[in-house]
T-cell receptor, first 116, second 110 residues
Framework: EAGVVQSPRYKIIEKKQPVAFWCNPISGHNTLYWYRQNLGQGPELLIR????????DSQLPKDRFSAERLKGVDSTLKIQPAELGDSAVYLC??????????????FGSGTRLTVV | TQLLEQSPQFLSIQEGENLTVYCNSS?????LQWYRQEPGEGPVLLVT?????EVKKLKRLTFQFGDARKDSSLHITAAQPGDTGLYLCAGGHTGNQFYFGTGTSLTVIP
């Protein structure tokens, strides 16, 4: 079974430029999460989707970040314009039965973003 | 906002030594999970504990959920280089998602 697939693995951009990350969750997983993780720290939730609906985006900086999950499968996270402080690893995760899935979340390998 | 504090933040030990990692919060969690994350990869679930006082063992790893469900510990016996990674606890409230702790970076030196 394929895991959570993210692309690209690495991205280097200049500040003020746009960038987009893509995530394909595990087939059948209705809940999808985007996290941001700084080096050596725990992931912080940006947005959670239940199917195609964003049910928790309270931590998403909406002035520059946007996300979509068309048809309730793949998802895209966009930053426009990027700032130096956005440099981090962006992780996508999915779960089968919602946010309290006892089987935990399955994470992708992440996209490491460097803004210069 | 990180609701769970982990300690120590960094830990470097020799192969064969024992260690304990702590996860503490002022909040009561209905369940708690531990993940391990290797460099360049996403976190991978190790265990879920749901009952206060619960102890689970996974080979050389022992996980304990505090009686009040506010804290947890992870004990590794006879650490091996393959145990190297970032250990993350994640606490969940009923009906809400899991919030991750601040992380403990473990290095086991051969």
């Amino acid at each position: 079974e394929a895991g959570v697939v993210q692309s690209p693995r690495y991205k280097i951009i200049e500040k003020k430029q746009p960038v987009a990350f893509w995530c394909n969750p595990i087939s059948g997983h209705n809940t999808l999460y985007w996290y941001r993780q700084n080096l050596g720290q725990g992931p912080e939730l940006l947005i959670r989707y239940e199917n195609e609906e964003a049910v928790d985006d309270s931590q998403l900086p909406k002035d520059r970040f946007s996300a979509e999950r068309l048809k309730g499968v793949d998802s895209t996270l966009k930053i426009q314009p990027a700032e130096l402080g956005d440099s981090a690893v962006y992780l996508c995760a999915s779960s089968l039965v919602g946010p309290r899935d006892p089987h935990g979340y399955t994470f992708g390998s992440g996209t490491r973003l460097t803004v210069v | 906002t990180q609701l769970l504090e982990q300690s120590p933040q960094f830990l470097s030990i020799q192969e064969g030594e024992n260690l304990t990692v702590y996860c503490n919060s002022s909040s009561v969690f209905s369940s708690l999970q531990w993940y391990r994350q290797e460099p360049g990869e996403g976190p991978v679930l190790l265990v879920t504990v749901v009952t206060g006082g619960e102890v689970k063992k996974l080979k050389r790893l022992t996980f304990q959920f505090g009686d009040a469900r506010k804290d947890s510990s992870l004990h590794i016996t006879a650490a091996q280089p393959g145990d190297t990674g970032l250990y993350l606890c994640a606490g969940g409230h009923t009906g809400n998602q899991f919030y991750f702790g601040t992380g403990t970076s473990l290095t086991v030196i051969p």
